[in-house]
């Protein structure tokens, strides 16, 4: 592996970390108060006195505010765009992708992108990438930020980008330009490995390295079934407009936070408090800013809606000291059922159990039906083979996978107050091939 990017902060001991951390708090929440119009009233209207602001500990005694917040507080709703900050020489614009609501805009200054772009090469570096490595990446090119800043981290680290933004290139760039790794996500890698195996290259002896996933969660079943078809490792990144950027090392124990940059903590809305270590909690984030920098947007206690759980904030084998959690999971992606929760991932731990990919594709969708009486779970998967798949080995794997860790949906299934039933289909079978856009895989039609 080729060391790190940033060590001397990378490497940081526990305790001078924290104290750095307290002081770009103090400075960051003086910011906000001194330049951010949004924030110079709410520390007003909540009594805030800016000047107790000091720590971690009293970060966590503010407010929590959420993307709604930062919707109200923009046009159409209002004249301005309240969370920009004042003074601010902005580089560019950009919004999230409005897939929970209208999009929420975001002002960057070149400080911003600075930030940003070390957060991914930190990142790049600890899956072993460096110069000479060529990288495609396949996600967008607009008014999200992830792909410009992987470019601009590869400039920092001497990598050579090959920006496709989709991974329906033609195969012929694997092989004129022999990239060494590639940005996706794993069903767009699974496809991709299919159409260059159709084209006569077989994925585990091209020039591809390693594997960066990212823009989804995703089970570890269906990672190992990747890096089984790839025969190179696959590490994965979470990252957001908002500025989060965590990435896994090549140990692969947990995702890395760069604490000295974003500031992350977990919440547990229903309690209305912080959580502790291992407890599963949403992603509570603030952006922090070194002395003397700008911003054009900052977020002080903002809900993410991403669930996660803090792994340790014990020294990495990696060598690296700042905090790793666990892979995050979309809220907008959990169901209810018997008055158990269960993520998008769980169907997707269910489908990639080893033996059923001898003859499933991996792609998948997953429908709820019914009420407070009875609820059927309908995962429809897709087959190489319909005729000739074996249908009950698959779905008996399934329903141990799935309700491995839940006792209460466990209960219901044996008392038939939650169902599953199973639909095989062959290749572009399910529903979401008609739709336009990122599939949809877990529905609730309740």
Request: aromatic share 10%; glycine share 8%.
């Amino acid at each position: 592996m080729k060391g790190y990017f940033n060590e001397k902060i990378e490497t940081m001991p526990r305790d001078e970390l924290d104290a750095l951390v307290d002081a770009r708090i103090k400075y960051t929440v003086n910011y906000a108060f001194q330049n951010s119009p949004f924030y110079r009233k709410w520390f007003k209207e909540n009594n805030i006195n800016v000047s107790d602001i000091e720590s971690h500990e009293d970060l966590r005694e503010l407010p929590i505010i959420t993307g709604q917040t930062i919707r109200e507080k923009q046009p159409p709703e209002t004249d301005k765009f309240e969370f920009k900050c004042k003074g601010s020489e902005i580089f560019t614009i950009h919004e999230t992708s409005g897939t929970s609501g209208t999009p929420k805009a975001f002002f960057l200054t070149w400080d911003d992108w600075n930030r940003y772009a070390e957060k991914y090469a930190r990142s790049f570096t600890s899956q072993g990438f460096g110069e000479g490595d060529r990288v495609v990446v396949c996600a967008s090119y607009g008014m999200n930020v992830g792909a410009n800043t992987m470019t601009l981290a590869a400039q920092k680290i001497g990598m050579t980008i090959i920006p496709e933004g989709k991974c329906t290139f033609p195969v012929r760039i694997i092989r004129s330009y022999e990239p060494t790794g590639i940005v996706g996500s794993i069903f767009k890698f699974l496809r991709l490995a299919k159409r260059m195996e159709a084209e006569g290259i077989k994925p585990q002896e091209s020039s591809i390295k390693r594997l960066i996933a990212g823009g989804e969660s995703f089970a570890e079943e269906s990672r190992q079934y990747l890096e089984e078809i790839w025969e190179v490792p696959v590490y994965n990144t979470y990252g957001s407009t908002e500025g989060t950027m965590c990435g896994e090392c090549h140990k692969k124990v947990g995702l890395h936070v760069p604490e000295d940059l974003v500031h992350l903590d977990v919440y547990n809305p229903q309690l209305k408090d912080f959580v502790d270590e291992g407890e599963c909690g949403r992603i509570v984030l603030t952006t922090l800013i070194p002395e003397g920098e700008r911003t054009g947007t900052l977020l002080l206690n903002y809900d993410t809606e991403d669930t996660t759980v803090v792994v340790s904030r014990e020294k990495c084998p990696c060598g690296r000291t700042h905090m790793r959690i666990m892979n995050p999971q979309r809220e907008a992606e959990t169901a209810w059922i018997a008055g158990s929760p269960f993520n998008r991932v769980d169907v997707e731990r269910g489908v990639f159990q080893r033996d059923n990919m001898d003859y499933l594709t991996g792609e998948y969708e997953a429908f709820i039906y019914g009420d407070e009486m009875e609820t059927t779970l309908r995962v429809n998967m897709e087959c190489e083979d319909p005729e000739n798949c074996d249908k009950d080995m698959i779905e008996d794997n399934f329903i141990k996978s799935f309700l491995e860790f839940k006792p209460s949906l466990q209960q219901a299934h044996e008392d038939g107050s939650f169902n599953m039933s199973f639909n095989f289909t062959g290749p572009r079978g399910l529903e979401f091939y008609k739709v336009r856009g990122r599939p949809k895989r877990l529905v609730d039609r309740r």
